[in-house]
């Protein structure tokens, strides 16, 4: 089992759908929860960090921790083409962090 | 300058070859750690340093190893290539030892033949 599990997708949706996204761990150490966004050819760039459990919203970004559960979400609302990339959850304790297999996302016009 | 820079973008090399990677961290940044990345698959970490010396490892061989120097920029060296190590390395930077906000590279795609 891997210690961090994401469905790598892929999801298809059109434009001003709400996505959401989904990652399973199975360290209860995991302290730190991140949702990167890698868009083709480019490295990840940070979208949500989120300490411990709870909820935490950004603009049509909303990031959920449920440790109880080892359950991280990423909810987009009004989803635009220019979200299509790929998604990466990303988790850590302190050391070095472990990463989802990313969900690739593509939202059509 | 701010942002991450890695270099070079792509190359080419053959079976049991060696490469060296490089990183130009974001300044101020002391920690540098560096990930590979396969087609498909998310970041698997390789190592960190932090102000030039490694403080963490993960499940990679010995013919992986790195330099970090005082001027922000790093390196990641691999010996006796193997097919396998054909991937996206991505460099990554953070504000200190334990940090949890990496800012990361476009990455340099090495492909093995």
């Known amino acids: 089992q891997k210690e961090v599990e994401q469905d790598p997708g892929p999801l298809s949706v059109p434009e001003g759908a709400i996505v959401s996204l989904n990652c399973t761990y199975s360290n209860s150490a995991f302290q730190y929860f991140m949702w990167y966004r890698q868009y083709s050819r480019k490295g990840p760039e940070l979208l949500m960090y989120t300490y411990s459990s709870g909820n935490k919203e950004d603009g049509r970004f909303t990031a959920q921790v449920d440790k109880s559960s080892k359950y991280i979400s990423l909810f987009i609302r009004d989803s635009q083409p220019s979200d299509s990339a790929t998604y990466l959850c990303?988790?850590?304790?302190?050391?070095?962090?472990?990463f989802g297999a990313g969900t690739r996302l593509t939202v059509k016009p | 300058e701010t942002g991450v820079t890695q270099s070079p973008t792509h190359l080419i090399k053959t079976r049991g070859q060696q490469v060296t990677l490089r990183c130009s961290s974001q300044?101020?940044?002391?920690?540098v750690s560096w990930y590979q990345q396969a087609l498909g698959q998310g970041p698997q970490f390789i190592f960190q340093?932090?102000?030039?010396?490694?403080?963490g490892r993960g499940n990679f061989p010995p013919r992986f190893s790195g330099l970090q120097f005082p001027n922000y920029s790093s390196e990641l060296n691999v010996n006796a290539l193997e097919l396998d190590d054909s991937a996206l390395y991505l460099c990554a930077s953070g504000e200190d030892s334990g940090a949890n906000v990496l800012t990361f590279g476009a990455g340099s795609r090495l492909t093995v033949l």
């Open positions: 300044s101020g940044h002391n920690t």
């Open positions: 340093y932090y102000r030039e010396e490694e403080n």
């Open positions: 990303a988790m850590t304790w302190g050391g070095d962090m472990r």
